[in-house]
C-alpha cells in the first residue's frame, strides 16, 4: 500500500475486520524471538509483535517506502520499545533487508500478493531464515466474494500454494479463523 493510504492501515475498524490480535496470537510467538514484519508500514503490527518477543526477542519492520519511517518511529517510541528497527530496502526482489539465518519467523500481512518478483523474492528470503525459520502469509480470500477487497488484493489458498511450492517451500499450517483473510505458514524445503 502506498505511504499516502497509510491511515487506513490504523483505521479503528480494523480490529473487528481482521482481527490482528487473534491473528498475532497465532503466529506461535515465543520470547527471545526475532521476527520480521516484511512490508510493516505504520509498525501496526511491528510493535505489538515486539511486546510478544519481548526483551530477549527483536523485530526487523522492513518496508520499500521510507515515508512510512517517522510514523512507524513514533509508534515504536510512544511503546517504550527498544527491540524494534526499521530497515529500508531497495524495493528489489533481492533486497530482503534481513541479516543471514537471523530470523525465526517472517510475516507479511497483504504484502505478498504485492510483490512483482514474488519466486526471485522467496527465493532470497530462504538465507535469512533460521533453521526451523518459518514464513507467515495473511491474505484477503479469494475465495469468499463477501470478502470486501478489490479481487486484486485477494489470493486463494492454491494459488499460494502453487506459488510458494515453485519457490521450494511447503506448507505447514493454515489458521481459518480470521474474518477475512487466510494465514498460511511455510517452511523451505531442505
Known amino acids: 500500500m502506498c505511504h499516502t493510504g497509510a491511515d487506513w492501515l490504523e483505521r479503528e475498524s480494523r480490529e473487528q475486520e481482521e482481527n490482528p490480535t487473534l491473528m498475532r496470537a497465532s503466529l506461535g510467538i515465543a520470547p527471545g524471538m526475532v521476527v520480521a514484519d516484511i512490508g510493516c508500514g505504520v509498525g501496526y503490527h511491528s ?56 530470523v525465526d519467523l517472517v510475516l507479511m500481512v497483504d504484502v505478498y500478493h504485492e510483490v512483482a518478483q514474488p519466486q526471485e523474492f522467496l527465493r532470497a528470503l530462504r538465507p535469512a531464515l533460521r533453521a526451523g525459520g518459518r514464513l507467515a502469509l495473511v491474505e484477503f480470500r479469494a475465495e469468499d466474494p463477501a470478502v470486501p477487497i478489490l479481487p486484486d488484493h485477494k489470493m486463494s489458498v492454491a494459488q499460494v500454494d502453487y506459488e510458494l511450492e515453485r519457490a521450494g517451500y511447503r506448507r505447514t499450517g493454515r489458521f481459518d479463523g480470521l474474518p477475512w483473510q487466510h494465514l498460511l505458514f511455510y517452511e523451505p524445503v531442505e
Request: aromatic share 6%; no cysteine; net charge negative.
Open 47 to 102: 510493535v505489538p509483535l515486539a511486546e510478544l518477543v519481548g526483551p530477549t526477542g527483536r523485530v526487523i519492520g522492513t518496508e520499500m517506502q521510507p515515508e512510512y519511517r517517522e510514523r512507524f518511529l513514533a509508534r515504536v517510541a510512544a511503546a517504550g520499545l527498544s527491540n524494534v528497527e526499521f530497515v529500508v530496502t531497495s524495493g528489489d526482489a533481492a533486497d530482503t533487508g534481513l541479516p543471514a539465518g537471523g
